[in-house]
């Protein structure tokens, strides 16, 4: 998958994984278009940057335009996220962290899949969370978007086989970015390893790849107990 003339659009990249993912794409002879809500000083041969947000009416519009540049996409990254503890006094942001990490996702697939099917195939990966595996008392709006994503992509993966497109969920643990608010950070990734999986992810192209593999294990078993306390 790194060669020469592949192009990319990575949603969500002026900081942490998505950041980490395009220096690396662009390095390896990429073709990428960076959407993010926020400007980006990434300079090089191959990559151009767009100013969006994920959940502004201008969002299709800019992410449209970016592909239509590009000539095509054949790997999209929706590395777009965010995430707040829960606050009584501002429940907002736990609806805004439904409306980027779960509908920005939904609406990036609405412009780049018709230009994947219509271009002969494509390859679309969605950054989401170990937290997808039980509701959270602490960030319910965070875990609740992560565990549509994951369940939305991985429906999409069976639905757009068909047409030539593979879909891929990642789930992280603790990465080494501004999202990762928790006091305890248990093993923790760096966004260069972060993003070494996804870079794994465009070659393999699997349905679902946790990360790390002795998190996810326990999170699966917590998940359980988790959604049975969650229902008293």
């Not at 697939?109 to 008392?137: F, I, Q, W």
């Not at 978007?145 to 639905?159: D, E, F, I, M, P």
Request: hydrophobic residues 50%.
């Amino acid at each position: 998958m790194d060669a020469q003339g592949r192009r990319a659009v990575v949603v969500g990249n002026s900081d942490g994984v998505g950041l980490a993912l395009t220096r690396q794409l662009v390095a390896a002879g990429w073709t990428v278009a960076g959407v993010s809500r926020s400007g980006s000083d990434l300079t090089a041969p191959g990559y151009t940057h767009n100013v969006a947000d994920v959940t502004g009416d201008a969002y299709r519009t800019v992410l449209a335009g970016a592909v239509d540049r590009l000539g095509g996409v054949d790997v999209c990254v929706y590395a777009a996220g965010v995430g707040e503890f829960f606050d009584l006094g501002d429940l907002a942001a736990q609806t805004r962290a439904l409306e980027v990490n779960l509908i920005g996702a939904a609406r990036t697939v609405e412009v780049v899949v018709p230009a994947m099917v219509a271009g002969g195939g494509g390859h679309l990966v969605g950054l989401s969370s170990l937290a997808d595996a039980a509701p959270s008392a602490q960030a319910p709006g965070y875990a609740a978007a992560k565990a549509g994503l994951t369940s939305y992509l991985v429906g999409l993966r069976g639905a757009l086989r068909p047409h030539g497109v593979r879909v891929t969920v990642v789930r992280f643990g603790f990465v080494d970015t501004k999202m990762a608010k928790s006091p305890v950070k248990p093993m923790l990734l760096s966004v260069e390893r972060a993003a070494d999986v996804v870079r794994d992810c465009l070659r393999t192209r699997p349905a679902v790849v946790s990360r790390p593999r002795r998190m996810a294990a326990v999170v699966r078993v917590a998940g359980v107990a988790a959604r049975v306390a969650a229902r008293r």
